[in-house]
């Protein structure tokens, strides 16, 4: 039985909570490998429960990390309400930051305005932009929600900035320096930080 929910890249501890998405993205890295960072196999024979998660936290010596990442082996805000659920109990005993890995599709997915329910627990949004327009990100990404996906993706970077210290937009160097440039523009344009992420597998 598999049951990989911690796992580490770097100093962080990543925690590997879901295997659903609402995306299929063509780049994805579960299309080329089992695992990542020390983990050699993050499919899920079922998702852990919320307990399980935190005792699986709670077994890690956090004072070795410099960041507790919800990232997984699928899109974590699949399980947004249980996220805040689990930072709520960490936070109550460890001021460890927190980052969320996501697709910013979470409002799609929960059909109402999720990131009031951020504030205080997370402290950075990474949200994965992944092209400059809407076309584009659907070719890559095939988003579920179809053409919706884009903008609502954006929409959840602008919402998150009311309530998360730090929002990121992000894409993978598999596009074209000058879709990267439009990117960052629309980054910039919205107010949020921009990183540029280099291709794993
Ligand atoms: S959003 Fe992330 S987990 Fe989902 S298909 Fe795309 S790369 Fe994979």
Known sequence: MSMTITYEI??????????????????????????????????????????????????CDLSRYQELVFCGYGEPMMRALDIVEICKKIKSSNN?????????????????DITPLLEGWVDTVSISMNA???????AFCH???????????LEFAIKCKKHVPKVIL?????????????????ANEIGVDFRVRYYLV
């Open 96 to 112: 460890i930051p927190i980052r969320i890995n996501t697709n910013g599709q979470a409002n799609l997915i929960f059909e109402q």
């Open 10 to 59: 770097g100093d962080s501890l990543y925690l590997n909570i879901t295997n659903r998405c609402s995306n299929n993205c063509s780049f994805c890295v579960r299309s080329k490998a089992d695992g990542v960072g020390n983990a050699s196999n993050l499919w899920l024979d079922r998702e852990p429960t919320v307990d399980e998660i935190i005792q699986a936290i709670q077994e």
């Open 132 to 138: 400059s327009n809407k076309a584009s990100y659907q």
């Open 170 to 186: 992000t894409v993978v160097d598999v596009i074209s320096p000058k879709d990267i440039q439009t990117c960052r523009a629309i």
């Open 143 to 153: 988003s579920m929600y179809g053409d919706a996906a884009f903008d609502a993706m």
